[in-house]
Antibody, heavy 120, light 107 residues
Framework: QVQLKETGPDLVQLTQTLSITCTVSGFSLTTYNVHWVRQPPGKGLEWMGAMWNGGGTDYNSAFKSRLSISRDTSKSQVFLKMNSLQTDDTAKYFC??????????????WGQGVMVTVSS | DIQMTQSPASLSASLGETVSIECLASEDIYSYLAWYQQKPGKSPQLLIYAANRLQDGVPSRFSGSGSGTQYSLKISGMQPEDEGDYFCLQGSKFPWTFGGGTKLELK
C-alpha cells in the first residue's frame, strides 16, 4: 500500500540547516510527484515545494533561496533541505503525494509528519 | 498568491446536525479545490477533490460543492468521529494555498 514516512531531527539550532528525508513505498517517484508542506503549532498549512516525477522542482517563493528539494529514486526517497532556520520555522513538516484524479490536483496520501523545533 | 478564506474558524454541532464549512478564493480556482480532515497529531485525510468528488472510502455524508471562487463542504448528519480540523486546499495556481482551517466539535 501507499506509504510516506518522514525522518529528521526533533531539534535544530537557530541559523542551522534542516534536513528531512521522505521515504515512500507503494508507488514510484518517477510516476508520482511528491510535495512538502509544513504546519506551525496551532496554525494552518503552508505549501513549501514539489519534486516532480520528471526530476524537476518548484518552490514557494516565500522560502526564497533557503529551500532545496532533491531525490534518490533508487532509494525511493525525497529530501528537503532548508538553511538559515529561524524560530518561526518551528513546525511539523509533511511530505505528501500529488494526485491528479480526473485532472484535478490534490494530495491523496500524506506522511505522519516530523515535528521540528528551532532552538536558540 | 491566491488567498483562501475559510469560515467559520470553529463550530460546534450536535449529533445528527448538518454542518457547512466555506472556502472563498481570492480569484477563480476552476474547481481545483480539495477538502481535508485532520485529527490531532495525525496527518490530513483527503475527503473531497475537484470541489465535489468524494474520495474512495469517505462516508457519503460528506459532500462538496461550489465553483469559481466559492466552495463549501457539507456534513449531513454529524457523527462523533467527525470531530477534528477541516481545511481546504486550492491546487489551481502555484503556490498552492490552504484555508486557515475550521475546528469542528461535537456539542
Amino acid at each position: 500500500q501507499v506509504q510516506l514516512k518522514e525522518t529528521g531531527p526533533d531539534l535544530v539550532q537557530l541559523t542551522q540547516t534542516l534536513s528531512i528525508t521522505c521515504t515512500v513505498s507503494g508507488f514510484s517517484l518517477t510516476t508520482y510527484n511528491v510535495h512538502w508542506v509544513r504546519q506551525p503549532p496551532g496554525k494552518g498549512l503552508e505549501w513549501m515545494g514539489a519534486m516532480w516525477n520528471g526530476g524537476g522542482t518548484d518552490y514557494n517563493s516565500a522560502f526564497k533561496s533557503r529551500l532545496s528539494i532533491s531525490r534518490d529514486t533508487s532509494k525511493s526517497q525525497v529530501f528537503l533541505k532548508m538553511n538559515s532556520l529561524q524560530t518561526d520555522d518551528t513546525a511539523k513538516y509533511f511530505c505528501a503525494r500529488h494526485s491528479t484524479y480526473y485532472g484535478y490536483n490534490s494530495f491523496d496520501y500524506w506522511g505522519q509528519g516530523v515535528m521540528v523545533t528551532v532552538s536558540s | 498568491d491566491i488567498q483562501m478564506t475559510q469560515s467559520p474558524a470553529s463550530l460546534s454541532a450536535s449529533l445528527g446536525e448538518t454542518v457547512s464549512i466555506e472556502c472563498l478564493a481570492s480569484e477563480d480556482i476552476y474547481s481545483y479545490l480539495a477538502w481535508y480532515q485532520q485529527k490531532p497529531g495525525k496527518s490530513p485525510q483527503l475527503l473531497i477533490y475537484a470541489a465535489n468528488r468524494l474520495q474512495d472510502g469517505v462516508p457519503s455524508r460528506f459532500s462538496g460543492s461550489g465553483s469559481g471562487t466559492q466552495y463549501s463542504l457539507k456534513i449531513s448528519g454529524m457523527q462523533p468521529e467527525d470531530e477534528g480540523d477541516y481545511f481546504c486546499l486550492q491546487g489551481s495556481k502555484f503556490p498552492w494555498t490552504f484555508g486557515g482551517g475550521t475546528k469542528l466539535e461535537l456539542k
